[in-house]
């Protein structure tokens, strides 16, 4: 039963009416499902298929606003489905829905072609949204912890904070969008249709431009902060386990305004008080 | 019952479930509401707003857990590390039981975000009872386990629906969140009568009680959640509560859920029925 529920819907959104080995599905569902008076074993199975599907749809559909719009509902509503179907959800929660999404828009980039690199950028952004919403908040180290911080140690970055190199800026982009959007329906078991979807209008003059953003949380809001490269490349060192001392030296060779120590200075002031440091090993 | 040992020997009155539109209007208000019902998946990540919002709620109101996952039916084993997550989440809110569904909806490790129907055979009976009783020695709280509502039957089945429901919790001997609504549907679905279904539970099992709203289509009825309380629920809940006495009751809505108030005063109309039932006993 699992396998005909996960199963993908065919046309006009109904269950597939040959089944993997070619038999008609009526007779797969005939073998274990008891029809009634109303409803054939086919119809009664159809009833779990399309709710799996329009529940999952609808979940992906409320995480990637940003990707919909830039690829339009029809290719989007493609994608979704071939995703959903190499990558079915393996976790309790409809949260974690996305959680390979940028790993299967890499693979297949004929799915978002020819705008590839915009969804890859939009992916990213919007998966690093949903995890900076309720990854874990760990105690933060403020700025006196860090005055006397040793140059070997290895400062922790919170588990809500994410790191991007993006191609576009999406940033405003996705926020812009977001500011039309409502709130997600609780988990209701039951969906009888597709819901009925706000048509999402795309914003012209997204701008091709690197740029470098930390996704994170502060004080129960999302926030999108744009990096200077010297602090990204920072960062980025840091989150990967370097020392402060080897950190600090992938900045040589950067422009950084005014005096680069103290500058550097009042960045990790700034990041401490945001509470993006929460620890620290020798 | 009032308090029996599958509700934690309380006494909880009519709530509602904790739902995302109602938290501002929850938090600036502090409404009068007996206890609040929380779906344990949506607060068992490890941090943000849910948990805040929800230690918030904590600091004035009571709380019950309800999840969607623990998929008692299921016959592959229990997943250590989910039960960690609802362990810490019982820790958290001190929830007096813990309800789940009597269902499957994951093979393999993939999750359907369903809650399948059952077999109902006795093989199905006791592995499903092993489930729980492990379920509540490692969460060490009261387990109670819910009817759910259902589209398709089984040829395989051996029982009612109800049969199984009681040898599921009496090979368990756990408690029972009887969700007259659920009832309901899968009675229009099912063809059968539904006071035979509240009419043959262990009434001294039943620790609380859901109604809800449902959808109605031309073939079948849907539980969506997303109605009020039709008069057939309620004289389904009139019945069980003839039976198990004044019980813990939740209304369920949980799509295109209106204001607080309106959600609110929909459960509150279950006093009617509790009022009349308690006035038919004192008579007698």
């Known amino acids: 039963m699992a396998r005909a529920v996960m199963r993908p819907l065919g046309r006009g959104d109904r269950m597939q009416k040959k089944w993997l080995d070619g038999r008609p599905t009526r007779e797969i569902a005939e073998s274990f499902i008891k029809p009634n008076d109303r409803l ?3 119809a009664r ?3 779990y298929n399309r709710q799996y599907w329009f529940r999952i749809r609808d979940c992906f559909y409320e995480d990637y606003p940003g990707l919909r719009a830039i690829l339009g509902d029809q290719k989007f509503e493609r994608l979704a489905d071939e995703y959903l179907s190499k990558y079915p959800s393996q976790s309790y929660t409809l949260r974690n829905l996305g959680s390979r999404l940028v790993q299967f828009l890499r693979a297949a980039p004929r799915w978002t072609a020819p705008k590839t690199r915009l969804a890859l950028d939009l992916a990213r952004l919007e998966w690093a949204h949903i995890e900076a919403f309720d990854n874990e908040a760990r105690p933060s180290l403020s700025t006196r912890h860090l005055a006397g911080a040793a140059a070997k140690i290895r400062l922790k970055l919170q588990p809500h904070l994410t790191l991007l190199k993006l191609e576009n800026e999406v940033d405003d982009f996705l926020i812009e969008l977001k500011k039309n959007s409502g709130l997600r329906n609780e988990a209701s078991n039951a969906m009888e249709q597709n819901q009925r979807r706000k048509k999402t209008r795309v914003t012209r003059g997204l701008k091709r431009k ?33 020392t402060l001392e080897r950190a600090c030296a992938r900045l040589a060779g950067l422009k950084i305004s005014g005096d680069p120590g103290e500058t550097v200075g009042q960045w990790f002031a700034h990041w401490s008080a945001l509470g993006w440091f929460c620890g620290w090993e020798q | 019952m009032p308090a029996n040992p599958f509700n934690g020997f309380t006494d909880y009155g009519i709530g509602i479930g904790l739902r995302v539109p109602h938290y501002e209007h ?26 805040k919002v929800l230690d918030q709620i904590l600091e004035q109101y009571r709380v019950v857990q309800h999840g969607v996952s623990m998929y008692f039916g299921s016959p592959e084993k229990l997943n250590r590390e989910h039960l960690k997550k609802i362990k810490r989440l019982v820790k958290r809110t001190r929830t007096p039981w813990l309800s789940d569904h009597l269902c499957w909806g994951s093979v393999d490790g993939r999750y359907t975000h369903d809650l399948l129907p059952m077999p109902y055979t006795f093989a199905a009976a006791k592995v499903t009872a092993q489930r729980i009783r492990e379920a509540r020695d490692f969460l060490e709280v009261p387990i109670c386990v819910e009817n759910v509502s259902s589209y398709a039957e089984f040829h395989v089945s051996e029982m009612t629906e109800w049969e ?3 040898e599921v919790v009496e090979r368990a001997d756990c408690g029972i969140l009887l969700d007259v609504n659920n009832i309901y549907v899968s009675s229009r679905n099912h063809h059968f009568n539904p006071f035979d279904y509240v009419n043959g539970i262990p009434a001294s099992r039943v620790a609380q009680i859901h109604i809800a709203g449902h959808s109605k289509f031309q073939k079948y009825i849907l539980d969506t959640h997303d109605h009020p309380v039709i008069d057939p629920v309620w004289k389904l809940y009139e019945r069980a509560i003839q ?10 809505w949980d799509d295109r859920i209106p204001s607080f108030n309106e959600v609110h005063d929909e459960a509150l109309k279950a006093n009617q029925f509790l009022k009349r039932v308690e006035k038919e006993s004192a008579q007698t």
Not at chain 1, 222 to 231: A, D, F, H, S
Not at chain 2, 26 to 51: C, H, K, T
Not at chain 2, 243 to 252: D, I, M, P, Q, S
């Open chain 2, 26 to 51: 929850i938090l600036s208000q502090r409404p009068a509401v007996d206890w609040f019902e929380i779906i344990s998946e949506n607060f068992m990540g490890d941090g943000g707003r849910p948990l």
């Open chain 1, 45 to 47: 199975l159809e009833i």
């Open chain 1, 210 to 242: 690197i740029n470098f953003l930390a996704v994170h949380r502060y004080e129960d809001g999302i926030y999108y902060k744009r990096l200077e490269p010297g602090q990204f490349v920072l960062l980025s060192a840091l989150q990967a386990g370097a």
């Open chain 1, 40 to 42: 054939t074993s086919f």
């Open chain 2, 164 to 166: 199984f429901l009681n």
């Open chain 2, 243 to 252: 039976r198990t006495g004044r019980t813990a009751t939740l209304l369920e």
